[in-house]
């Protein structure tokens, strides 16, 4: 690979209360994510401080970026080298945006 940056944003998180309350034990902390914050992959590598669930979650999107690959599920998103990947926590998922960074390529 040659550096090729791709942007990761926090975008929204979804709270299902109801289903806390109903399943889940009670956990004083969970998520330290916050909307808008951002991480750059290199090479498609995890990023420093990424959280490891969610890494997981969007790992392969974000490689097959790195390798110049997109177009997931045939136009799925309005850019094509882009997607929106959402945690595996199904209490309170994140949503993500990944794309290839602006400058892509580290000089």
């Not at 979804?14 to 290199?42: F, R």
């Not at 490689?63 to 110049?68: D, F, H, Q, T, V």
């Amino acid at each position: 690979m040659f550096g090729v940056k791709v942007r990761i944003t926090a975008i929204r998180q979804t709270v299902y209360e109801d289903l806390m309350a109903k399943y889940e034990n009670p956990i004083e902390h969970t998520c330290d994510v916050k909307e808008g914050q951002q991480w750059i992959s290199i090479d498609g590598q995890k990023p420093e401080g990424m959280c490891p669930a969610a890494w997981y979650s969007m790992r392969e999107f974000v490689e097959s970026l790195a390798r110049g690959e997109g177009n997931f599920y045939d136009g799925w998103m309005k850019n094509p080298m882009s997607a929106m990947i959402s945690c595996n926590d199904g209490f309170r998922p994140f949503s993500f945006y990944i794309e290839l960074d602006d400058s892509q390529v580290i000089e």
